[in-house]
T-cell receptor, first 111, second 116 residues
Framework: GQQLNQSPQSMFIQEGEDVSMNCTSS?????WLWYKQDPGEGPVLLIA?????ELTSNGRLTAQFGITRKDSFLNISASIPSDVGIYFC???????????FGKGTKLTVNP | GAVVSQHPSRVICKSGTSVKIECRSL??????MFWYRQFPKQSLMLMAT?????????EQGVEKDKFLINHASLTLSTLTVTSAHPEDSSFYIC????????????FGPGTRLLVL
């Protein structure tokens, strides 16, 4: 099925560093969602974006809904070891109930 | 708020048996629930969309007679894997939609199925 282009695929960073990941799509989305998944767990919603240009923060996390409605980024500031996991972006086209998922960004934080 | 539970969290069964997985929205009503399957180191693959009171909509390539979905109430959807085989072993995750148009999906913790 359709998938988003999510990059990077993996990141290895030192504790305290900032992180940025993004997703792009050939389709226009009405909703962008960012999730974090730990091993053996379901994805946990981090940030939800509903309007083009919207910039939303959740603690050390910041995400933006691109103006073109075809992209979104997620930033994590001052990373800590518990930020380790796989981050997924997901988008929803207008008129559709379904989410389209990126392939995930695996984040490793070295203490 | 927006908590989704799944039961069981893990199940091991013999080949040929059927397994039922429950998905519940604990603190909200969900007219739409979704069932996903996730293989190791891969993204989530949508299997079907479950609407309360109507038949589920299956994605292309997903056998509706193999993966039976029942959405009997606004807080409960079930997925039954019928006549399970080892290739059905996977991580099954449900989600429930909420918000103005159900646009925000909250996920359950997942069910690990191992078919021997």
């Amino acid at each position: 099925g359709q998938q988003l282009n999510q990059s990077p695929q993996s990141m290895f960073i030192q504790e305290g560093e900032d992180v940025s990941m993004n997703c792009t799509s050939s389709s226009i989305f009405n909703t962008w969602l960012w999730y974090k998944q730990d091993p053996g767990e379901g994805p946990v919603l981090l940030i939800a974006l509903y309007k083009a240009g919207e910039l939303t923060s959740n603690g050390r996390l910041t995400a933006q809904f691109g103006i073109t409605r075809k992209d979104s980024f997620l930033n994590i500031s001052a990373s800590i070891p518990s930020d380790v996991g796989i981050y997924f972006c997901a988008g929803r086209e207008g008129g559709s109930e379904k989410l389209v998922f990126g392939k995930g960004t695996k984040l490793t934080v070295n203490p | 708020g927006a908590v989704v539970s799944q039961h069981p969290s893990r199940v091991i069964c013999k080949s040929g048996t059927s397994v039922k997985i429950e998905c519940r929205s604990l603190d909200f009503q969900a007219t739409t629930m979704f069932w996903y399957r996730q293989f190791p180191k891969q993204s989530l693959m949508l299997m079907a969309t479950s609407n309360e009171g109507s038949k589920a909509t299956y994605e292309q390539g997903v056998e509706k007679d193999k993966f039976l979905i029942n959405h009997a109430s606004l807080t409960l959807s079930t997925l039954t894997v019928t006549s399970a085989h080892p290739e059905d072993s996977s991580f099954y995750i449900c989600s429930a939609g909420t918000g103005y148009d159900g646009e925000t999906q909250y996920f359950g913790p997942g069910t690990r199925l191992l078919v021997l």
